[in-house]
């Protein structure tokens, strides 16, 4: 068997691998990192069929210009479908805003659409020979690690989480021979998520008490939806916006993905959604404000931003990784965003909680021996390195972008 790395193996940057066995060829994931200017990974070749682990950008994001170039079957999940498509409708928009080189048209999304082949955690399918498998992979809803059954047993895991969330179960080994691995939190540990839930919800009882107003920015897919369910915890006056309720209302029609489909459900609920401007002038006055984007980069949060800046009551509470340069980052390091051009000061209380949707290192490293493989691919991950140090009682593979390895 030989992979081919076309992107996003050395870094967490657009991810795709090709796939050589039983005469076919086979791609998983053909991302697009959604950076400034965006990555992409390299030009595909002709392949036989496509595997779509789940509809974060990096992974999802030029699965329509691989449509158009072969004219091939995605396998995916139902949930993995609606995120895609509204993300790529969304990136394409960005695309024309910005000036970016478009890869696509919205005619590629729609065939894109149709080239979807869903399927259920646990099913399985025959194709060419090879015998494959869909695993849940506890990253966000719909996430998924395919198992290629051949001569060998391989396993691609896109991105995992092994640790339960409100929203998800955590994932669990599978035996294989080949384990191809995501290495994003190679080298750094996560908090107990129960105490960073804990600490996220007294800063809010903390804002309140003192007079101010807690903004949470969240990402879209999952953490919007994970939020909300913390929050409900207590009886805040929660509101959302952004574009969250779209993939709110999207995961409450997943049962099958979802931890509990009630948590959910009555979460989401007994928050106010934004429907139209005079809501979101409603939601000035909210106690707490959910919102996206999770980096600060653009939508609603900016709005809401500009209103409680300059009151040091109030918190500004991040939920997720800020790469380095965003606004996001500019704020936790430099009290300042940046908005319409303009650098404006920000004196509200500034804090971070670590609610990563990924393993950490030792869960990665736990995950790999449960494995029990026999070669071990470290991808999609910069510091790859360290995790090889954990598990040297295996065949490790640290291969570069457009490097081919045999197994
Ligand atoms: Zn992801
Ligand atoms: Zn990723």
């Known amino acids: 068997m030989k992979l081919n790395f076309l992107g996003g193996v050395s870094k967490v940057g657009p991810l795709s691998m090709v796939m050589h066995q039983n005469d076919m060829t086979l791609i998983f994931d053909h991302g697009m990192l959604p950076a400034d200017p965006p990555e992409y990974p390299m030009r595909s070749p002709l392949v036989d069929i496509a595997f779509l682990s789940h509809s974060h950008l990096d992974h999802c994001g030029m699965i329509p210009a691989l449509v158009r170039q072969n004219d091939i079957r995605v396998l995916t999940t139902h949930p993995t479908l609606e995120v895609s498509e509204l993300l790529l409708y969304d990136s394409l928009k960005i695309a024309g805003i910005e000036g970016y080189p478009k890869h696509f048209e919205k005619a590629d999304i729609k065939r894109t659409k149709a080239a979807f082949d869903m399927m259920g955690y ?33 396993l691609f895991t896109g991105d995992i989480n092994t640790s339960n969330s409100r929203l998800l179960w955590g994932t669990s080994p599978v035996e294989c021979d080949n384990l191809i691995l995501e290495s994003t939190y190679g080298g750094e540990e996560h908090k107990d998520r129960g105490e960073t839930e804990k600490e996220l919800l007294d800063k809010i009882d903390e804002t309140l008490e003192r007079g101010g107003q807690a ?36 995961y409450q029609n997943h049962e099958g993905f979802i931890r509990s489909i009630k948590a959910l459900r009555d979460s989401v609920g007994n928050a106010n959604k934004v429907k139209s401007h005079s809501t979101r002038k409603q939601a000035m006055d909210a106690e707490v404000i959910v919102t996206t984007s999770g980096m600060l980069e653009g939508g609603p949060v900016l709005n809401y931003l500009q209103e409680i800046r300059r009151d040091p009551k109030s918190s500004i509470l991040l939920t997720g990784y800020q790469v380095e340069g965003t606004n996001g980052d500019m704020l936790l390091n430099n009290g ?68 081919t390895i045999e197994l």
């Open 336 to 403: 300042m965003i940046r908005d319409r051009g303009a650098t404006l000061p920000v004196e509200c209380e500034v804090e971070k909680y670590d609610f990563s949707a990924h393993a950490g290192h030792s869960e990665l490293v736990e995950f790999a021996k449960g494995c029990e493989p026999e070669n071990i691919v470290l991808m999609h991950g910069d510091k790859r390195e360290e995790l090889a140090k954990d598990l040297d009682e295996f065949e490790i593979y640290m291969p570069d972008e457009g490097e």
């Open 122 to 154: 646990s099913s399985k399918r025959e194709i060419g020979g090879l015998e494959v498998e869909i695993h849940s992979a506890g990253h966000i809803p719909g996430s998924s690690m395919f198992e290629i059954k051949g001569e060998e047993t391989t």
């Open 215 to 250: 903004i949470v920015p969240v990402f879209a897919v999952g953490r919007t939806q994970e939020i909300l369910m913390v929050l409900n915890d207590r009886n805040y006056d929660v509101w959302y916006d952004g574009m969250g309720r779209t993939v709110s209302r999207i």
